[in-house]
């Protein structure tokens, strides 16, 4: 396997049995004490997170309604499990990610809650008017953050080391918790029509939203409030983060681009290897202790 991208397009379509789809509702220790340039001491590398990361809370309830939604058109007691498993997993990212968003806010940052407001609402209007092609969102979505998690957890020195130690739990529980139940809106989504062609038209119009508007577009106010936006140095440096050969959204094109297969399946990629360390630490309880994270129950 390429250490860098993911492959295996022979391997078969299913996790290794070991697999479960596991909620942890945990707490962390993000708080106003923690540095504003929490990632590398970096402005333009936080807010690229700050901005992604900010769009969880409406994002993943608008995917959890996108498969709930279509529940009752599933028979299957084992993804009937996964679908509560998955809505579960999902509710905790949103909670603990509007926890950051209301930090955020607290610091000035005011632009990020007000685009949410507007998103929530598109979203909500979507699963309303479009529920099906609501579900083809989230399946491409769910296919973006499966392979983000791919890369943050499989080139740690890019994407998780240079975080500051209050945000490295959440990266890591949020990397392993989007492969644990990368097939299941998928697998939904099979059982409902599968159409390919909607499934391609939402993975085209995530994209853009996701490469092009979404993150260097809800980047610029943050970058503002912080009198960077117009240096010259912020951009020059910033840019091959993201776009660059070892590049946020360049390094995963391999990925990204199996998607666009008829017969592809999130299972493809078996990257269940990438989680196991952290199941088996979670399961021992030496993950809340090292990271110092509370439960929340
Ligand atoms: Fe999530
Ligand atoms: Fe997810």
Redesign the pocket.
């Known amino acids: 396997m390429n250490m860098n991208t993911a492959t295996a397009l022979d391997t078969p379509v299913a996790p290794p049995p070991e697999h479960s789809i596991l909620p942890r509702p945990v707490q962390f220790n993000i708080t106003d004490a923690t540095p504003r340039h929490w990632f590398a001491n970096d402005p333009f590398r936080t807010h690229f997170f700050n901005a992604l990361f900010t769009t ?1 809370p409406p994002g ?1 309830n608008f995917f959890v309604r996108s498969v709930v939604h279509y529940r009752d058109n599933i028979k299957d007691p084992v993804l009937l499990q996964q679908i509560n498993a998955f809505a579960g ?2 509710g905790t ?1 949103a909670f603990s990610h509007q926890d950051h968003l209301d930090i955020l806010t607290r610091q000035g940052y005011t632009s990020l809650e007000r685009e949410n407001r507007f998103i929530d609402g598109f979203l909500k209007l979507t699963n309303k008017i479009a529920p099906k092609f609501a579900l083809a969102m989230t399946v491409a979505l769910e296919h973006f ?1 499966a392979l983000l998690a791919h890369q943050s957890l499989m080139r740690k020195d890019l994407f998780y080391e240079p975080a500051h130690a209050d945000f490295k739990p959440l990266f890591e529980w ?1 990397a392993a ?2 492969i644990e139940h990368k097939s299941v809106a998928f697998d939904v989504y099979q059982e409902v029509d599968g159409s390919y062609r909607r499934r391609i038209i939402a993975m085209v119009l995530s994209t853009f939203f996701m490469v092009v508007f979404l993150v260097p577009v809800r980047m610029s106010p943050l970058l503002y409030r912080d009198g960077v936006l117009f240096k010259w140095s912020t951009w020059r440096d910033g840019l091959p983060f993201l776009y660059g050969k070892q590049g946020k959204f360049r390094m995963p094109w391999d990925h990204y681009k199996q998607f666009y297969r008829r017969d592809f399946h999130p299972w493809d990629v078996q990257d269940f290897d990438l989680i196991k360390k952290f199941r088996e630490r979670y399961q021992s309880g030496e993950w809340q202790t090292e990271t110092q994270v509370k439960s929340q129950r």
């Open positions: 969880f993943e997993q999902e990212h953050t949020h918790e989007e």
